[in-house]
Structure formats: structure tokens, C-alpha cells
């Protein structure tokens, strides 16, 4: 309740959310994809537990990222890339 009310003719995302939404989800994906490799190749034995692992690691690498983006966004802590 600290802040005015948007104006009536403005977007509820805006082009500047628009971008950080974008490049958080760059982030997020690159992060959940590195998790991937490091469980399959660098990790892993090269077996199917190495899928295993991989899948579980990238699985948990998204849903750690998109916790902490609510987090952040909830307490509007701004991050400037």
C-alpha cells in the first residue's frame, strides 16, 4: 500500500518486466541445462544412473531457480543485469 496505483492504460508487464522475465528465464535455462550435463557426464559413470541423476539434478536445479525468483519477486528485490 506504499505505492500509487498504476495508471488505468498501463500494461501489467511492462517492456522493462518483459526483459528481466527474459533473461531470468535464459539464466534458468542455461543453469538447469548445465545441471543436466554435469549429472550425465562429469558426475555420472556414464550408466543409466547417470540419466537418472542428470534428469533428478536439472529437476531440482528448476525448482530451486523458480523459488528463489518468487522469492524475489515477493520481496522486490530488484537485480540489475
Same mark, same amino acid.
Given at each position: 500500500? !506504499?505505492?500509487?496505483?498504476?495508471?488505468? !492504460? &498501463?500494461?501489467?508487464? #511492462?517492456?522493462?518486466?518483459? +526483459?528481466?522475465?527474459? @533473461?531470468? $528465464? +535464459?539464466? /534458468?535455462?542455461?543453469?538447469? @541445462? *548445465?545441471? =543436466?550435463? @554435469? %549429472? =550425465? $557426464? *562429469?558426475? %555420472? !559413470?556414464?550408466? &543409466? #544412473? $547417470?540419466?537418472?541423476?542428470?534428469?533428478?539434478?536439472?529437476? *531440482?536445479?528448476?525448482? /530451486? %531457480? &523458480?523459488?528463489?525468483?518468487?522469492? @524475489?519477486?515477493? #520481496?522486490?528485490?530488484?537485480? =540489475? /543485469?
Amino acid at each position: 500500500m !506504499d505505492h500509487k496505483p498504476r495508471d488505468k !492504460d &498501463e500494461p501489467i508487464i #511492462n517492456r522493462r518486466m518483459m +526483459i528481466a522475465l527474459g @533473461l531470468q $528465464s +535464459i539464466g /534458468l535455462t542455461i543453469a538447469v @541445462l *548445465v545441471a =543436466y550435463r @554435469l %549429472g =550425465y $557426464s *562429469v558426475i %555420472g !559413470d556414464g550408466t &543409466e #544412473n $547417470s540419466l537418472h541423476l542428470a534428469r533428478t539434478l536439472a529437476f *531440482v536445479t528448476l525448482i /530451486l %531457480g &523458480e523459488m528463489l525468483r518468487a522469492l @524475489l519477486i515477493k #520481496n522486490r528485490i530488484k537485480i =540489475y /543485469l
